[in-house]
């Protein structure tokens, strides 16, 4: 199903200039227009972008954008999973994700943003424990790009999908990094939308994995409702967790030094400026 088409916004989009240092962005899927004009219409300091084909393993022969900044961001190709209990696809996953940390390392972008992945039917336990091996032999890599770990919805075996599983690997791999994605976190059960539940969450993470770990938070709204388990992003304020749950994100203070990307939907020629106007909206009023 797909969200409801947006309405326009009357007129011209007026944007306020980036005056509070605030980092945020999109992810850019490249079409017609270049980079450049992209960042220029959507007012944007921070992006995050395909190396590739995101159903490929196969290494990009594209020639990537040049960005003005460098808070660039590689989403990993949707085929990856490192806790998959198929040898072919955890031997090419894990080298894909290498190959894919050396790209924004020779780039000198932030890093790789990388699923937990899936045991395919076969337990949590047996996901966590490939997912284990496979950061060992990832992080045997001398490469400086950050390897960044996104929490997952819970669909499947729930592996990834829970605060306790990020404190496990922070624990083992203390080398990695993290990503929080806003519609996966409210699917897995975590409501947003009380700000007493929304601040105890960030605040337990802090306690558990220093605050520059965090690295990124993806700001989507859930089409599906809370503990769903459903992975489905909406526009914000036209989801499931509102805009009173953005609210109670953004006024956490650590929270606004974050990178913030969307991954809203685009299903109009608007669609991103009307969801980034949402949110510089909230982050101003915030301050």
């Not at 190709?77 to 090419?92: G, H, M, Q, R």
């Amino acid at each position: 199903m797909k969200p409801k088409r947006l309405p326009l916004l009357g007129g011209a989009i007026h944007l306020k200039m980036n005056k509070n240092n605030y980092k945020l962005g999109v992810h850019l899927f490249r079409g017609g227009r270049s980079v450049l004009e992209d960042i220029k219409l959507l007012r944007i300091n921070t992006a995050q972008l395909f190396s590739g084909n995101p159903r490929s393993y196969k290494p990009t022969n594209e020639k990537l954008p040049i960005f003005p900044f460098n808070s660039v961001f590689i989403h990993a190709p949707y085929v990856v999973n490192i806790a998959s209990p198929d040898e072919k696809v955890f031997n090419l996953s894990i080298k894909k994700v290498v190959e894919e940390l050396r790209l924004a390392e020779e780039l000198g972008w932030e890093g790789l943003i990388i699923h937990p992945g899936s045991s395919k039917k076969m337990g949590k336990e047996v996901a966590k424990k490939n997912f284990f091996k496979a950061l060992e032999k990832i992080l045997e890599e001398d490469i400086k790009a950050k390897l960044i770990i996104e929490n997952s919805a819970g669909e499947g075996d729930g592996w990834g999908s829970t605060l306790e599983d990020f404190y496990s690997i922070y624990e083992e791999f203390p080398a990695v990094y993290f990503c929080i994605d806003t519609c996966h976190l409210f699917a897995a059960g975590y409501n947003l939308k009380n700000p007493r539940v929304c601040q105890s969450i960030f605040y337990s993470f802090f306690e558990n994995i220093p605050t520059e770990k965090l690295v990124l938070i993806h700001v989507n709204d859930s089409h599906f409702p809370l503990g769903s388990h459903r992975d489905q992003h909406a526009h914000i304020g036209k989801g499931a967790i509102g805009i009173g749950g953005f609210k109670n994100l953004l006024s956490i203070p650590e929270i606004r030094k974050i990178p913030l990307i969307l991954e809203t939907p685009k299903d109009t020629p608007m669609a991103d400026l009307y969801n980034l106007h949402t949110i510089r909206k909230i982050l101003e009023n915030s301050d």
